[in-house]
């Protein structure tokens, strides 16, 4: 069996953990903002300067890529752990304060998400508090929202979920940490709470072990998904080009 040391390996100048889902999930609950980038995300760090700040500055960045994973291996001979959004939602929802109300808040990306969320985590005994649910306007490339931040001012919960798309969502965690005046545990796993609320078509525990979520997704969404997963490709040159150091912006690297 492999030893994983619970530490932190650069990658693409992300540090990113190396520890098991529960360890994850102990050390983020402290506070600050956790990341789960994918590989199509991880290639624009190039050409978007914020989302590689938001990568960067993050508190926790957990492996969800298990094409990153491998190539790291092949290039460099380091194993990292993956832990999957999903495999972290599921332990995350675990967690016994999650059973007070007013401790969780929710982004979700439109009434229809945020009423599927809502009834998934009825079902598992996590009930929201009136108003701790928030559907996010479309941000565009600059992700900002003071309406947001003054309603988690009022509120403060404890934990924030985003289950908004990736490239907005790192953005948007790394604004309200830098805004907010208290530090609550920000936690970016995007749509990996659609496969437990039936918005997206339930990946089997095996599948998500063995790292193919991707493709499961990719036979339901063929149109959607493959397209998005094809441009991880490039994510070979990349780790190839740069290993442990922060990708420089393509007007720089010239």
Same mark, same amino acid.
């Given at each position: #069996?492999?030893?994983y040391?619970?530490?932190?390996v650069?990658i693409?100048?992300? &540090?990113?953990?190396?520890?098991?889902?529960?360890?994850?999930?102990?050390?983020?609950v402290?506070g600050?903002? #956790?990341?789960v980038?994918s590989?199509?995300?991880l290639?624009?760090?190039?050409?978007?300067?914020?989302?590689?700040?938001a990568l960067?500055?993050? &508190? #926790?960045a957990?492996? &969800?890529?298990?094409? #990153?994973v491998?190539l790291?291996?092949?290039?460099?001979g380091q194993?990292?752990k993956?832990?999957s +959004?999903?495999a972290?939602l599921?332990d995350?929802f675990?967690?016994p304060d999650?059973?007070t $109300?007013g401790?969780l808040?929710?982004?979700d $990306?439109?009434?229809d998400?945020?009423q599927?969320?809502?009834?998934?985590?009825?079902?598992i005994?996590? @009930?929201?508090? !009136? +108003? @701790?649910?928030?559907?996010?306007p479309?941000?565009?490339?600059?992700v900002?929202?003071?309406e947001?931040?003054q309603?988690?001012?009022?509120l403060?919960?404890k934990?924030?979920l985003l289950?908004?798309? +990736?490239g907005?969502q790192?953005?948007?965690?790394?604004?309200l940490?830098?805004?907010l005046?208290?530090? !609550?545990a920000?936690i970016c796993t995007?749509a990996?709470?659609?496969?437990?609320?039936?918005?997206q078509a !339930?990946i089997p525990?095996w599948v998500?072990?063995?790292?193919?979520?991707w493709l499961?997704?990719c036979?339901?969404e063929?149109k959607k998904?493959? !397209?998005r997963d094809?441009?991880?490709?490039?994510?070979?040159?990349?780790?190839?080009?740069?290993g442990?150091a922060?990708?420089?912006?393509r007007?720089?690297?010239?």
């Amino acid at each position: #069996m492999p030893n994983y040391k619970t530490d932190r390996v650069k990658i693409l100048g992300v &540090d990113f953990f190396n520890g098991s889902v529960q360890q994850a999930v102990k050390e983020i609950v402290r506070g600050g903002y #956790m990341v789960v980038p994918s590989g199509p995300g991880l290639v624009t760090l190039p050409h978007d300067s914020r989302y590689a700040e938001a990568l960067i500055k993050s &508190d #926790m960045a957990i492996a &969800d890529s298990r094409y #990153m994973v491998l190539l790291w291996f092949f290039f460099r001979g380091q194993r990292v752990k993956r832990i999957s +959004g999903l495999a972290f939602l599921q332990d995350f929802f675990n967690l016994p304060d999650l059973k007070t $109300p007013g401790e969780l808040f929710l982004v979700d $990306p439109s009434d229809d998400e945020a009423q599927a969320n809502k009834r998934y985590l009825e079902s598992i005994g996590i @009930f929201l508090s !009136p +108003g @701790f649910s928030y559907v996010a306007p479309f941000y565009g490339n600059t992700v900002e929202d003071c309406e947001l931040v003054q309603k988690l001012g009022r509120l403060r919960p404890k934990y924030i979920l985003l289950n908004i798309g +990736g490239g907005a969502q790192e953005k948007l965690a790394l604004y309200l940490i830098e805004n907010l005046v208290y530090r !609550p545990a920000v936690i970016c796993t995007g749509a990996a709470i659609a496969f437990l609320s039936g918005k997206q078509a !339930p990946i089997p525990v095996w599948v998500d072990h063995v790292g193919l979520g991707w493709l499961w997704r990719c036979f339901y969404e063929p149109k959607k998904f493959i !397209p998005r997963d094809l441009s991880a490709l490039s994510l070979f040159m990349l780790i190839l080009r740069f290993g442990s150091a922060q990708p420089l912006p393509r007007q720089e690297a010239r």
